[in-house]
Structure formats: structure tokens, C-alpha cells
């Protein structure tokens, strides 16, 4: 089939939206995208809701999928695409608030990360009862059994992330969990590498997996002081062999990933004021308990003029307008969606993150004639700028982040502003404590005419792509790259 159809195959089936009984309600895409744009602009002007409207027709700027299927819709779901949980209390009572938590929000439908490094190993003691601990994989298998029963009852998947830190005594059991077929289905798996690991692993040293509650056995392999109490080494090994496990098992199995933790924490512009041990799903944005995932992209490949040519340029003026009404929507966004908990809108209202990404990157770049690659750093530092700039002049209008404070411009990614970006921020402050996320964009990258995903270049010009239906069957299309059509417009070309 055309591809064409697949972008109203994925408009019917994922965005369009339908009565309680399955009646469809929107009629068009067009009808889709005011639907939206009236819901996140309720309290806007029709200036505003005007210049919306059209960038979402034009495709320069699309939102999340959780945005769009949501916007305006009579049902109880998020528009915002990912949370990550409270911190898991290491008793019975924090697990089972936490596993509520997490089926509440996937039941809205957002995906949600959770950081089980907190509970305690398999084997450890649990004193009130005399008893030994199953230790986190086990309670893992209990989320992914409820994503499953809450994926069984919508259409949309359930996603979660499961993070643990590189010494937890069960982190080897973590690394080859889903090796298992069958097993932990519903999660991305990511292990946190501490800059104290990569230490060791330069060094060739020795490196300890333990806990500060000790081995039910008592066979621990030392006794050390952390933060002034007991931490139990329940095993010691060559860092080496712990990076060898995870990469090769990554080679094999595409998990785990990693998270290099400190690095995380040292380069958030909220490090004065939060603590991150955990990402959403997809891993593109690192979140504190109860943080929210925002997401929008622009699509780079709308803003090239004279494209393949010697005179082939990015149009930056009319790329300004869009990056701000782009900020302007997430933002709305924030201030008109149901949050599943209200602990997660009390968190996005005193830091109003945003994940405003781009895709169509790889194709911008082909018609320009910039090889992917180092050469194409300065332009997208230049087009980048522009966000912070955005949300300074909209906290010149609308005020800054509850949570703003002053440290904020001694962070990582501030310093690295321009001169004037950061005046700018220093004499308004800035609307949204996050900005930038660059999401993989997969499906809406296809639902926009198939450019390029997020950063990627593109893979492939022309390749076949199977899509499920409601009925379950598949159905197949011929999927071309955006660039390439481009390409043979321009030059007179068959894409066929």
C-alpha cells in the first residue's frame, strides 16, 4: 500500500479519536489537530490557536503521541507521554504504594520508569518476619504482569523502565534477566554507572556488590562504612568482568543500557534541587520521583530552502517563530492535562519541564548537503540555542519555574549558553526548568511523512513496514524516506 495510507493507518489507529463505543469522532487529521490545539489553547488567543493550528497541519512541529491521541478527549488519559515513580521504600507497604502508583499511571496512559536499586538483594534479611528477601527481580515480575493486564484492557502499550545501580548484589541477575523468554516483556532495563565503577574499571580493580542490610546467611565478604552506617558486601569481582557482562550481553540481547549516573546528576540544570536515578521508557529524558515527560518535536526537514542546491540554506527566522510557539504549546500543555497522581502535578508545576525535540535531522542535513557527522555540530548548536532563548522571553510574559533559583545559571548546560541567552535568562529567569529531549520520534517521525527519526540519519530510502490492525492482522506498506522524494521532485526523478 501507499504510504500515504500508512499515515492515515497510523492517524486511525493511534491519534483518532473514537466514542466509548468505538464510533470514530474525528473525521480527518485536520479534525484531529484543531481537537488539539483547542484543548491545549483553551485559555489562549485565536492569534495564538491560529498559528497552532497551522504548524500542526504543516507538520513543522508535532507533538507527543500522548498529546495527540489525548488533547480534547472526553476519557480519562495524560496527555503527557512518561513519568517516573516515587522512590520504592524498601518494606512491603512502599512496594505495594509504589505498584499502585505505576498501574494508576500506565491505566491514564503513560509509560513509567522505576529505579529498584532501593530494595533489598535476594537473600538479605527481613527481620520483622524472620524470613529471607526475594529480592527485586521478583517484585519486577510482578510490574510486568500488571503492564500486561493494563495493556490487555486499551489500545495503547503499556512501558516501563527498570534501572539499578552498578553495585547491587542482584545486578548480575539484572543484566540477563530477559534472557529468560517470556520474561520482563514490558521493560526497557537499564543499569547506572557510577563514576566510582568507571574508576575501577580504568584501573583494573576489584569492585563490591553490596547492601546496607546483610545477607540473611551472614556470609558476607566484608563489613564497610557508608554515610556512617554498615554497608554488606555480599561479593567482590573485577569491575572488567562486570563491564564484559553487560556489554556482551548488550551485544546479544540489545539490553541493558547504561546511565552514566553522576554524569546524569553533575549536568542537570536541576541539580540544586533534585536527585535522578531513574529515565522514562525510551531512556531519551532523565526524571526525579514523580517527573514527567513532555515531549513535542519539530521537523527540521520543513525549514530548508532551495533544498540540494549551492543556494540551499536553513530558514532560521521562520524556524524562531515555530521553536516559540512550540515551547508556548508544551508549556499549555503542563497546565491543562490530567495528571494520574497529583504528586505528579504538583512536580510539574514547581519545574514545568518539556521535552521539545526535533526530528527530520537526518534529512535536513541531505539538503543542505552537510555530511552527518561532526561537520553538521555548529549548525545544530546555532538552531539549539533557540529553545532556551524561547522559554526566557515566555518567562518574560508568564514568569519563571517556581523552582527557579539562581544556581540555575551556574549549571552544566546554561554555562554553555551564548552571552546573550544567558542575560536573557539572568534578567527574566526561564519558564521551564528542562527543555531539550530528543525522542526517537519513530511513529511520528512515519505519521509526518516519514523523515528522518529524531537525531538518526536516514536508514533506508525505501523498505517495506508492517503494521498491525485492530483485528490483529498486519497489513504492508511501502515506506519511502521524505529526503528521497525530496530529491526526486527536485531533480526529476521516479522514487519508484
Not at 472526553?74 to 498501574?103: W, Y
Not at 500486561?148 to 534501572?163: D, K, P
Not at 542482584?170 to 521493560?187: E, S, W, Y
Request: hydrophobic residues 40%; neutral net charge; glycine residues 8%.
Amino acid at each position: 500500500m501507499l504510504q500515504s495510507n500508512l499515515t492515515d493507518d497510523i492517524w486511525d489507529g493511534k491519534y483518532r479519536l473514537r466514542d466509548s463505543l468505538g464510533a470514530p469522532i474525528d473525521q480527518s487529521i485536520h479534525d484531529t489537530n484543531k481537537r488539539v490545539v483547542d484543548a491545549v489553547y483553551v485559555n489562549e488567543p485565536d492569534e495564538n490557536k491560529r498559528f497552532a493550528l497551522d504548524m500542526l497541519e504543516r507538520f513543522d512541529f508535532v507533538p507527543g503521541g500522548r498529546t495527540l491521541a489525548g488533547a480534547g478527549s472526553p476519557h480519562q488519559v495524560t496527555m503527557i507521554n512518561c513519568f517516573v515513580s516515587r522512590k520504592i521504600e524498601d518494606s512491603m507497604q512502599g512496594i505495594l504504594t509504589a505498584f499502585s502508583d505505576a498501574m494508576l499511571t500506565m491505566q491514564k496512559g503513560g509509560g513509567i520508569g522505576m529505579d529498584f536499586s532501593t530494595l533489598r538483594p535476594n537473600g538479605a534479611r527481613v527481620r520483622g518476619v524472620g524470613a529471607t528477601s526475594s529480592g527485586p527481580l521478583s517484585f519486577m515480575d510482578t510490574w510486568d504482569a500488571g503492564c500486561r493486564t493494563i495493556e490487555s484492557a486499551g489500545n495503547r502499550r503499556g512501558a516501563m523502565m527498570a534501572t539499578m545501580i552498578c553495585d547491587h548484589p542482584d545486578v548480575l541477575d539484572f543484566i540477563v534477566a530477559k534472557r529468560t523468554p517470556g520474561r520482563l516483556t514490558q521493560f526497557n532495563l537499564s543499569v547506572m554507572v557510577t563514576d566510582d565503577f568507571m574508576s575501577a574499571l580504568a584501573a583494573d580493580e576489584m569492585w563490591d556488590l553490596g547492601f546496607r542490610v546483610p545477607r540473611g546467611d551472614g556470609e558476607h565478604v566484608e563489613v564497610l562504612q557508608r554515610n556512617g552506617e554498615p554497608w554488606y558486601v555480599y561479593k567482590r569481582l573485577p569491575a572488567r568482568d562486570l563491564w564484559k557482562m553487560i556489554i556482551r550481553n548488550t551485544y546479544e540481547h540489545a539490553e541493558p543500557g547504561l546511565i552514566f549516573i553522576d554524569r546524569v546528576n553533575q549536568r542537570n540544570n536541576l541539580f540544586y534541587c533534585e536527585e535522578i536515578r531513574c529515565s522514562n521508557p525510551c531512556g531519551e529524558q532523565m526524571l526525579p520521583p514523580f517527573g514527567d515527560c513532555n515531549l513535542g518535536a519539530i521537523n527540521l526537514a520543513n525549514f530548508v530552502l532551495n533544498p540540494f542546491t549551492d543556494d540551499a540554506r536553513f530558514d532560521l527566522d521562520r524556524f524562531k517563530t515555530v521553536v516559540a510557539e512550540s515551547v508556548r504549546f508544551l508549556d499549555n500543555v503542563l497546565d491543562v492535562t490530567k495528571f494520574p497522581l497529583p504528586e505528579q502535578a504538583a512536580e510539574a508545576a514547581a519545574k514545568r519541564r518539556i521535552g521539545l525535540g526535533f526530528m527530520g535531522l537526518g534529512n535536513m542535513l541531505m539538503m543542505l548537503k552537510i555530511r552527518y557527522g561532526r561537520g553538521a555540530v555548529p549548525l545544530l548548536r546555532g538552531i539549539l540555542s533557540e529553545f532556551a532563548e524561547a522559554s526566557a522571553l515566555l518567562a518574560a510574559e508568564r514568569g519563571s519555574f517556581p523552582a527557579y533559583a539562581p544556581e540555575f545559571l551556574t549549571g552544566y548546560n546554561v554555562s554553555m549558553r551564548s552571552k546573550p541567552v544567558r542575560a536573557l535568562i539572568k534578567k527574566y529567569g526561564i519558564r521551564n526548568g528542562v527543555l531539550l529531549t530528543i525522542a526517537p520520534t519513530g511513529t511520528t517521525a512515519i505519521y509526518a511523512g516519514n523523515v528522518s527519526s529524531g537525531l538518526e540519519p536516514t536508514f533506508s530510502f525505501r523498505y517495506r513496514r508492517n503494521v498491525r490492525q485492530a483485528d490483529n492482522s498486519m497489513a504492508e506498506y511501502t515506506v519511502v524516506d521524505k529526503g528521497w522524494l525530496d530529491y526526486c521532485k527536485a531533480f526529476g526523478f521516479d522514487p519508484e
